[in-house]
């Protein structure tokens, strides 16, 4: 089955850097790649998604970018603010196993003011 | 236009017992899956209901089982409680589940003492 590798488990950044996740998928037949953010006590949130028939993909201070002969997908998080700490997870989706995620292990960001 | 809801927010079980947990999909949504998120851990994705049918199943034990109802809701039922699985049980929504965005509601915190 898919497996999907999340790295930093732990991310400290100042206020106005960027911050970039990087995750990493074993099964070449995945091809729909989402982020969820997740703060403390609260759902997980999507934030982006990508799908395999396009290489990068941008809302405002957030952006994903894919390589799929690597397979492996980022999140970058430009001009970064408190309020961006949270816990951040990537995850793959097979079409073959229909709507199943297999998410990462998660990425602890903070943000400094 | 509601979200996912899911009910109870919070349940305390002793070993060996039954629980029973219910979601309602975002208006529009006719697929529901279902995941558990350990503390500090990514959701591990149990199964996914579609017309009223289990589609797709992870590596969870038959003690696990499910159900959804013709106006899309779901329960999740797990029996013969075990410490470990204390956990958030978490539900997503989408359209048809076929790699379309999964939503999440904000999970049910089950202890089991």
């Known amino acids: 089955g898919e497996n999907v590798e999340q790295h930093p488990s732990t991310l400290s950044v100042q206020e106005g850097d960027s911050a970039v996740i990087k995750c990493t998928y074993s099964?070449?037949?995945?091809?729909?790649f989402p982020w969820y953010k997740q703060e403390l006590g609260k759902r997980p949130q999507l934030i982006i998604d990508?799908?395999?028939?396009?290489g990068e993909k941008k809302d405002q201070r957030i952006a994903v970018t894919l390589n799929k002969t690597a397979k492996h997908f980022s999140l970058h998080i430009t001009e970064t603010q408190p309020e961006d700490s949270a816990v951040y997870f990537c995850?793959?989706?097979?079409?073959?196993?229909?709507?199943?995620?297999?998410f990462g292990q998660g990425t602890i960001l903070t943000v400094h003011p | 236009d509601a979200g996912v809801t899911q009910s109870p927010t919070h349940l305390i079980k002793t070993r060996g017992q039954q629980v029973t947990l219910r979601c309602s999909p975002k208006?529009?949504?006719?697929?529901v899956s279902w995941y558990q998120q350990a503390l500090g851990q990514g959701p591990q994705f149990i199964f996914q209901?579609?017309?009223?049918?289990?589609?797709q199943r992870g590596n969870f034990p038959d003690r696990f089982s499910g159900h959804q109802f013709p106006n899309y809701s779901s329960e999740l039922n797990v029996n013969a409680l075990l410490l470990g699985d204390s956990a958030l049980y978490l539900c997503?929504?989408?359209?048809?589940?076929?790699?379309?965005?999964?939503?999440f509601g904000p999970g049910t915190r089950l202890l089991v003492l």
């Open positions: 990508i799908r395999s028939n396009v």
């Open positions: 995850a793959a989706n097979n079409p073959r196993s229909y709507g199943k995620l297999t």
């Open positions: 997503a929504s989408s359209a048809r589940g076929l790699g379309e965005t999964q939503y």
């Open positions: 209901y579609y017309e009223e049918e289990e589609r």
């Open positions: 099964d070449s037949a995945s091809n729909y």
């Open positions: 208006s529009g949504h006719d697929t």
